[in-house]
């Protein structure tokens, strides 16, 4: 995740000519070395991402909860980045399927809310939403708390919540 994450940046850099040699040999040389580390290692065989250890710890709270019909449960995703977008695709393959996308974006909402099948509402209408949800799991480039205290004030049940933003949305 984090190397791919680097391989974006640099690549965006060596478009706009800000890079030189020697950043293009460190990018080459971290690379390679983070291929060896990951093949001759056992560093590949458990999720070590800060996402799928977030959905690993959700996916046992929600066991522990005993909920009637798990798969069921109504899942925000407040952003429709890299980050929830992995999380989405993590959910769903454990069969969780009931979806809402919220984000400041249209393009990026609406991509990742049509590949969920799920409704996509911007993120200036987070407080007119029906708040039916039972899981929130947030993830946006904002540089400051999206959702304060009395978001939670309207809430009729307790809700399972995953911020994954830095710095933090809630």
Known sequence: EILG???GAYEKCRQHKLTGDRLRLLIQNTIL???????ETTIGEQSVSMVSLSVQKLLKHIKLANYANPKQLKIWLLGA????????????????????????????GKAL?????????????????DKDL???????AANKALIGNEFFDG??????????????DI
């Open 134 to 140: 039972d899981v929130l799991c947030t993830c946006t």
């Open 113 to 129: 809310a049509d590949k969920l099948n799920a409704p996509y509402y911007p993120i200036s209408q987070l407080n007119q939403i």
């Open 81 to 108: 980045g890299q980050s929830n977008q992995l999380a989405a695709k993590l959910l769903v393959k454990e069969g969780f399927f009931n979806f809402v996308v919220i984000n400041r974006g249209e393009t990026n």
């Open 155 to 168: 809430l009729d049940k307790k809700i399972v919540v995953a911020d994954l933003a830095v710095p933090a």
């Open 33 to 39: 070395t983070a291929k060896e580390v990951f093949t």
């Open 5 to 7: 994450q680097i391989k």
